[in-house]
């Protein structure tokens, strides 16, 4: 089952992922405070490199399946053109509006 984007609790959270299946990465940029920083599968990316691999250039989607610690926890499944459709952890770290910090990694 599937949580609807326009419920999920953090609303810092519900932006981004809004603006991830809406393509926006204008709107996603806009969410990160400046200096933000990212991990996949345990290892820190380059934010700006890999958002534009993984999920612009490549239409990522999510589709939420749970939520957890106020929100800034998930599970989902995230699909792109590149590797297809997975199951995927997200967590969040925000401050004063905007995320500081997200690691994701195959659920």
């Not at 519900?14 to 405070?33: C, H, M, P, T, Y």
């Not at 920083?37 to 958002?51: F, I, K, P, Q």
């Not at 995230?78 to 905007?98: D, H, P, S, V």
Request: proline share 2%.
């Amino acid at each position: 089952m599937t949580i609807a984007v326009a419920k999920l609790s953090d609303p810092v959270v519900r932006k981004v992922v809004e603006a991830i299946n809406a393509g926006d990465r204008a709107a996603f940029l806009d969410l990160l405070a400046p200096g933000a920083t990212m991990s996949d599968d345990g290892s820190d990316r380059e934010l700006a490199d890999w958002v534009d691999r993984e999920i612009f250039s490549s239409r990522g989607h999510m589709e939420v399946q749970t939520e957890a610690n106020g929100g800034r926890a998930l599970v989902a499944n995230f699909r792109n053109e590149t590797w297809g459709e997975m199951r995927t952890a997200w967590r969040f770290e925000i401050a004063e509006g905007k995320v500081t910090r997200f690691e994701t990694g195959q659920a």
